[in-house]
């Protein structure tokens, strides 16, 4: 057993020309015997390179330092897979030589294919991880990102920006750069740079936008991790940004109703006649906002209205319907917000609200679902949605209501109460008196 | 009539008013006390404080392949029938956002329509949003009739 | 018409000895008289409690699963379950309130002595029994409150000497508190204690309307024809009675501007809350459990404070037959003294502490 892995870590490493099986077999061993976690030095995947690095390391993000919190260390796999050399040898210059196939730092533009030497290579990665994907340099090569490195711009994105040099964690691991919480601020590192994205003609306001909009602030301030980040619309690996036709799809994925009732409404048709972007043309990308129904509106002076940046006050059957929307809308927020309210006022009170609260949740999905069919387009099939939830509402003012009716009935039940029982104390006085 | 016989007769008088003072007021508040005291009494409407366990209904009132939403105390549940003929339930609330789940006929699945998330048959939250499975809830059959309960 | 009726029952049952004794049954009349009122006002309350709780039990149902549920349906659904659960918590505060001002007005009086030593002591036990009446009481919610002030009550117990495990199990009714201390709890509130309650309540009435009112000790001084009385009917009955309208409102009152809370249902796997505290009548207990050191000589802290108080109580109770009845005035003014700036600072810091 020893000597297999002794033998392992000297051959390790796709540069030999025998590796193919061996590293079959060595994956198959490393599946069935995991690596210890926080294996010494010894027992990793550094070997000589790694020891001396370490003894030597200025700090701790010196790439020896970090190295320990690597997946690959991690899995045994050490640094001559990347660097080549010799990890064996105990002599830096016999280790560190041409002969022994030492590269130093690869250059930015063969990181994709380096890592993709064991990363694109399916029956290698299958001994790590039986469903491991491996098509993440081909869709990297279709990315922006990619076409431009082979173009020779080295300014782009290669795997070690996002997934860091020496301390690459896997991605469901919360301190992994790739972890859904720290995507915004891993693009960022260069989409948030004003003059490396300027040079690109591209702005660099995204992060900012989406860090305010109503993904962002679920997913950074309620970590809500189904909250879509900037891969999950952009793709991982393959980063581009979604087509005009295909921004609905994006969207549709989680908004699946919205997108359905709009696709198959009038408007879905015209939008994909005329090759416009769907949902973005009302909600823009990244600076999504909690939709508000300010945002239907044919008034000119309305600076939330939407309508009139494609069509024209004067559109007579489309404004009609708008006016219809937004009525509906606003007549069930307001009801809603008003028995909200009373609601509240009665608790503060100090009432039993439970009933009505549960209601309130009742009238909450209602409107969800009214603006959901706000998508159709269609004054007609919203209604019986809008008119349920004010109907609903309604209900929740009047058990408000009867609660700070009860509030004041209290008070007056015991005011009379106590006007009764002040006129027998104050006859039981005067019989008193009269007795002595 | 002399002056002390009118005195001795205003004091009856006084007393008499007194007395019957005291009886109104001691009657008035009695009233004020069983009035609360009746009304305490008499059953209110929903005549149970708690729900552990609702009858849904009959079994033939439930298609396969068919999912019901019912009301589960203050909260929504949902009953499905299965096309295999199992009744399952859960509590009709995803575990995303607290919207209330329906049953996809389309899908074969539970599907939550605000943010797409899906759930299996056994609520196992299998695509989307929803971060855990529904709440499961017992399905009991006596005879014809459905009845569903918190687990025990 | 009223003479008829009298008749007809005298014939059967006597009553007129029963009548005779109530005309000749008198009160004495002098500066501290207000205090003959407040064992009468005490008794008022409890029967308010045995009234509300009996209303309470209408509704209320036992268990884990529905203990909270049911005070919630009488809180939200039934119409004056709010008041009715107000005015029993309440009033079973003010009943204790009225308990501790009648016993140590009877004590300043010294009117423990002989012949009254044991009126006293069944006081003492009412009282005893009062405070467990409220310990009990309190865990029936079934509210996170009231699960935590009795997890630690009751570990309070357990720290006893040698019976103290033992006494904890039986009284959680398991090792820990579940819902099989809350069935033993409602027993106990329910049925044990009101039975107890109302025994004792009756012996200790019989010795008071056996022996009359105690007189204060200047009367001896006093010739016995300058000493004021006054007819306990309907005179003094009176003046009962319009203290309690006065006692009847002020609990309304209470219960109107402050109703009872609930707060969330116990749940054992949650952290208790901050700020748990016993009922106000336990707190100068409590909070002396928490200033004694954890080793004082060679004893625990905490048995210590316990013995402590257990051996004090004792004392309290059986007071009249160590005393003695030629103990002084100075003496038991300087006990009770102590005894009151003791408990009442002990409650106000306790209130202050936390």
Known sequence: ?436 | MSSSESATGKLKARRRFLNALLGASTAAWLVSVFYPITKYLIPPESAESNVSSVKVGKKSDFKRDSGTIFKFGRKPGILLHTSEGDFRAFYATCTHLQCTVQYRQDFGMIWCACHNGKYDLNGVNVSGPPPRPLEPLQVTIKGDEIFVSVQA | MKEKLYHWIDERFQIGNLVRFMQHKRVPMHGKSIFYYFGGIAMFFFTIQVISGILLLLYYKPGEATAYESVQFITSEVEFGWLVRSIHAWSANLMILAAFIHMFTVFFERAFRMPRELTWITGGILLMLGMGFGFSGYLLPWNELAYFATKVGTDIMGAIPLIGPFALKLLRGGEDVTGATLSRFFAVHVAVMPALFTLILSIHLLFVQRQGMSEPDEWKEIKEGDRRYMPFFPHFMLRDVLLWTVALNVLALLAILWPSELGLKADPFASAPAGIRPEWYFLFMFQTLKLIPPHVLFMEGEILGIVGFGVGAAAWVLLPLWIGSKVKSTTTGIIGTLVVLYIVGMTVWGYIAS
């Open chain 1, 1 to 436: 057993m020893e000597r297999i892995g002794l033998m392992m870590k000297k051959t390790l490493g796709p540069g030999n020309v025998s590796w193919k099986w061996i590293l079959l077999a060595a994956g198959m061993l490393f599946a069935a015997f995991p690596a210890p976690a926080g294996a010494g030095e010894e027992e990793g995947g550094g070997g000589t390179c790694y020891a001396c690095h370490l003894e030597n390391a200025e700090d701790a993000d010196s790439p020896a330092s970090s190295f320990a919190d690597d997946i690959h260390y991690r899995r045994r796999l050490g640094c001559s897979g990347c660097h080549g050399g010799d990890s064996t040898s105990d002599d830096p210059d016999e280790a560190m030589s041409e002969e022994a196939g030492f590269i130093g730092a690869p250059d930015r533009e063969d990181i994709p294919a380096l890592c993709g030497k064991c990363h694109s290579n399916l029956e290698y990665m299958r001994g790590f991880n039986p469903s491991a994907r491996t098509d993440q340099m081909e869709e990297y090569f279709t990315s922006v990102h990619g076409k431009r490195l082979v173009s020779g711009d080295t300014n782009v994105a290669t795997c070690a920006d996002c997934h860091d040099v020496h301390k690459i964690r896997p991605v469901d691991e919360p301190k992994s750069s790739v972890y859904p919480l720290n995507i915004p601020s891993t693009c960022g590192k260069c989409h948030r740079n004003e003059t490396l994205m300027s040079s690109y003609g591209i702005p660099s306001d995204q992060v900012k936008h989406y860090t305010q909009s109503v993904h962002g602030k679920a997913l950074l301030e309620k970590h809500d991790l189904s909250a879509p980040t900037c891969n999950d619309c952009h793709g991982n690996h393959g980063a581009t940004p979604p087509g005009v036709e295909s921004v609905a799809y994006v969207c549709g994925m989680c908004h699946a109703t919205e997108n359905e009732l709009f696709q198959s409404g009038p408007k879905g048709k015209i939008f994909r006649d005329r090759k416009m972007p769907g949902c973005v043309s009302c909600h823009t990308h990244h600076e999504i906002s909690h939709p508000t129904e300010k945002m239907i509106s044919f008034d000119e002076n309305d600076t939330e209205g939407l309508c009139l940046k494609c069509h024209s006050p004067n559109d007579e059957k489309p404004r009609k319907t708008a006016i219809a929307m937004r009525a509906l809308l606003d007549t069930l927020t307001a009801t809603y917000a008003a028995a909200e309210a009373k609601v509240l006022d009665a608790e503060q009170r100090g009432m039993e609200v439970s009933g009505a609260h549960y209601m309130l949740k009742d009238a909450t999905q209602k409107i969800f679902q009214s603006r959901t069919y706000l998508h159709t387009f269609n004054a007609d099939e919203m209604k019986p949605h809008a008119l349920e939830g004010t109907e609903i509402s309604k209900k929740v003012l009047a058990l408000g209501e009867k609660a700070i009716h009860d509030y004041y009935y209290r008070r007056r039940g015991f005011a009379i109460s106590t006007l009764i029982l002040s006129l027998l104390a104050v006859t039981l006085y005067l019989k008193i008196r009269s007795l002595d």
